[in-house]
T-cell receptor, first 116, second 111 residues
Framework: ETGVTQTPRHLVMGMTNKKSLKCEQH?????MYWYKQSAKKPLELMFV???????ENNSVPSRFSPECPNSSHLFLHLHTLQPEDSALYLC???????????????FGEGSRLTVL | SQQGEEDPQALSIQEGENATMNCSYK?????LQWYRQNSGRGLVHLIL?????REKHSGRLRVTLDTSKKSSSLLITASRAADTASYFC???????????FGRGTSLIVHP
């Protein structure tokens, strides 16, 4: 138990569906992250939020829409996805500001997404 | 862009043997982290080494850092079957401190 909880753990959706991934951290951290892990590819940073403000958007397609209502919750809204978006989506948090953070990231267990 | 490149991509050893994984990166760093990932799970932080450190230990883990060669290594001594996992080095991105990850080294330890 890392203190970062992701739901759902598994999600299957069609290309026309709209769904959301949820991440919640119970660590009192200020920064939250979305990473994408596809088979045989490096882990890709998608978005970073610091105190609810987005500080990084790593050229992610607009069919992925993040939302951070507070420092403890992070969502990834999904719509009109493609089969190549199938991947493990990992949420992480850290105590400090991303641009000054020299500490560790705490990851959730991930949400395995399959797009049919 | 900055990301760790782990080598080898896969490593298979017997229980009790040592496992060494290497990492290279491109731009100067202030620290480098190592993470572990069990199959299909989240990543777990193992150790952080700062740029002014050459070696750091944590239990059966030993990490080295050579900033002149832009490389790091992770040594797991007396490996166990439970060490079977993927291991990632994570240098920070240039201009920020956000860890970046490569493809990792897949370690299999046979009992």
């Amino acid at each position: 138990e890392t203190g970062v909880t992701q739901t759902p753990r598994h999600l299957v959706m069609g290309m026309t569906n709209k769904k959301s991934l949820k991440c919640e951290q119970h660590l009192g951290h200020n920064a939250m992250y979305w990473y994408k892990q596809s088979a045989k590819k490096p882990l890709e940073l998608m978005f970073v939020y610091n105190f609810k403000e987005q500080t990084e958007n790593n050229s992610v397609p607009s069919r992925f829409s993040p939302e951070c209502p507070n420092s403890s919750h992070l969502f990834l809204h999904l719509h009109t996805l493609q089969p190549e978006d199938s991947a493990l989506y990992l949420c992480a948090s850290s105590l400090g500001r991303p641009d000054y953070n020299t500490g560790e990231l705490f990851f959730g267990e991930g949400s395995r997404l399959t797009v049919l | 862009s900055q990301q760790g490149e782990e080598d080898p991509q896969a490593l298979s050893i017997q229980e009790g043997e040592n496992a060494t994984m290497n990492c290279s990166y491109k731009t100067s760093i202030n620290n480098l982290q190592w993470y572990r990932q069990n199959s299909g799970r989240g990543l777990v932080h193992l150790i952080l080494i700062r740029s002014n450190e050459r070696e750091k230990h944590s239990g059966r883990l030993r990490v080295t850092l050579d900033t002149s060669k832009k490389s790091s290594s992770l040594l797991i001594t007396a490996s166990r079957a439970a060490d079977t996992a993927s291991y990632f080095c994570a240098p920070p991105t240039g201009g920020s401190y956000i860890p970046t990850f490569g493809r990792g080294t897949s370690l299999i330890v046979h009992p």
